[in-house]
Nanobody, 123 residues
């Protein structure tokens, strides 16, 4: 069983930065085929943000060039560095684990989910 706990959310002004962290327990994250970040704004579907897998790192189009995902084997965490934040980045951000090979982007491909952390970007 894999447990995921997100942290690092908060309120930030447009143009600012936040760093989210996903603490993985139950397995070493490098043994999990993919760890992804998703977000969901009120009234919208859950959206893929970024992932780190055995194939490398990958990003959604809306965050490419602004967000960076990284893994820390020693701490068993996956971080999401978010720069140049925009009001449209406001959402609850979720960390998830998938047992799909390749670079999964669909929520249905992810088996384990964290509780989420709120990110609010003010204009």
């Amino acid at each position: 069983q894999v447990q995921l706990i997100e942290s690092g959310g908060g309120l930030v002004q447009a143009g600012g930065s936040l760093r989210l962290s996903c603490a993985v327990s139950g397995r070493t994250f490098s043994t999990i085929p993919a760890i992804g970040w998703f977000r969901q704004a009120p009234g919208k579907e859950r959206e893929f943000v970024s992932g780190i897998s055995w194939s490398g790192t990958y990003y959604g189009d809306s965050v490419k060039g602004r967000f960076t995902i990284s893994g820390d084997n020693a701490k068993n965490t996956v971080a999401l560095q978010m720069n140049s934040l925009k009001p449209e980045d406001t959402a609850v951000y979720y960390c998830a684990a998938a047992y799909y090979s390749g670079s999964p982007r669909e929520p249905s491909q992810y088996e384990y989910w964290g509780q989420g952390t709120q990110v609010t970007v003010s204009s």
